[in-house]
């Protein structure tokens, strides 16, 4: 029996918990741990703050960035909407400018017109004065043609329309 208790014993041993092994292993963990969080997790954490940060200043400055590149497409479409509003106002401030200018010119030529026909009515007047004028004085010249030419001579009927006819022929060739 005795050898079966050794047997036991040593195979409950082995079978057994060993808590010095275990104790060991967990020690050595620990320190792994330890050595792991110093050396390996304390930078690649850092690392990993400083590209978080990193990205997280990336964001902030995309963001402000589109809000700045907003701000400016809104400043440009009232820039443009304003540019067009003048463009606008300056055309029909043209159309207005023409439609005065326009006005002025026909009625400055109409003023024109009426002064030259005034002016052709004046001289047209003025031409039939000197002709009526003209034909008076021809007609005293020629009345006293005729009546010298009485006077010189007795004449009949025929005598008298024959002398009227010729000065009427001489008064046609004068003119």
């Known amino acids: 029996m005795l050898t079966s208790g050794l047997l036991l014993g040593a195979a409950a041993s082995h079978e057994g918990i060993n808590t010095g092994d275990i104790v060991f292993q967990l020690l050595m963990f620990i320190i792994l741990m330890a050595l792991l969080k110093k050396y390996a997790w304390g930078p690649l954490m850092g690392i ?6 990193y990205v997280a200043g990336e ?9 700045e590149a907003e701000k400016l497409l809104e400043e440009q479409r009232n820039l443009l909407k304003e540019a067009r509003t003048e463009a606008q106002n300056l055309i029909e ?20 017109a009426e002064r030259l026909k005034e002016g052709a009515k004046l001289e047209i007047e003025q031409q039939k004065e000197r002709a009526v004028a003209a034909i008076r004085e021809q007609v005293a010249h020629l009345s006293v043609l005729i009546a010298s030419k009485v006077i010189e001579k007795e004449l009949s009927a025929e005598d008298q329309d024959k002398l009227i006819n010729e000065y009427i022929q001489e008064a046609g060739d004068i003119r």
């Open 48 to 53: 990993m703050k400083q590209r978080e940060e």
């Open 59 to 67: 964001i902030t400055a995309a963001e402000n960035s589109r809000k």
């Open 93 to 112: 401030n043209a159309k207005k400018q023409g439609d005065v200018q326009r006005e002025e010119i026909i009625a400055a030529a109409r003023a024109e």
